[in-house]
């Protein structure tokens, strides 16, 4: 009952991982969390790597398989450009597609910017872990979670992390609640646990 969460951060750039300069999206992700997640106890296992396939396939391997991380995040590498293979490394890892992230991410960023039909963010599931590619910047990292709200703060397009506390429980993992006021994790009414008080 008392699982902590595992959630594996690999920030994907083949400048920032030489150290040309400083990483912003696994700085970003945990900040996320932290004001997003209410129970159940979790940290992260953060990589900072280059744009290869063999290495992003080996890491995201390596965060399932001998971390045993429940989620795990990819942040970068998911456009058209030569050297942007995140996609192909998370699919050729992956037991099954899980194809609507995608769809919802490009979803959320066309309301932004026009250029979001260039993204090819996947996500998969690998044995009883999800792994969904995210953008790469910090802006669009937030509004691809938390979706587009008006200035009430009422959701106008859902984010893509309402439906992942369902899906971890779906493959077996911990019981995610997050903090409505950042974003609201959506379940059947069968499958609502009574609140805990995050302690």
Known sequence: MNEELLIGLVSISDRASKGVYK??????????FAAALKAPKWRTVTRLIPDEQPVIEATLKSLVDDEGCHLVLT?????????DVTPEA??????????????????????????????????????QALIINLPGQPKAIRETLEGLKDAEGKTLVSGIFSAVPYCIDLI??????TNDGVVKAFRPKSAIRPQTDGS
């Not at 990483?23 to 996320?32: Q, T, V, Y």
């Not at 942040?75 to 050297?83: F, N, W």
């Open 172 to 177: 077996g993992g911990p019981y995610i609640e």
């Open 75 to 83: 942040t970068g590498g998911t456009g058209p450009a030569l050297r």
């Open 90 to 127: 998370t699919l050729a890892v992956g037991d099954r597609e899980m194809p609507g992230f995608g769809e919802q991410m490009r979803q959320v960023s066309l309301k932004f910017v026009p250029t979001a039909i260039l993204s090819r963010q996947v996500a998969v599931i690998r044995k």
């Open 23 to 32: 990483d912003e999206g696994i700085p970003a992700l945990e900040s996320w």
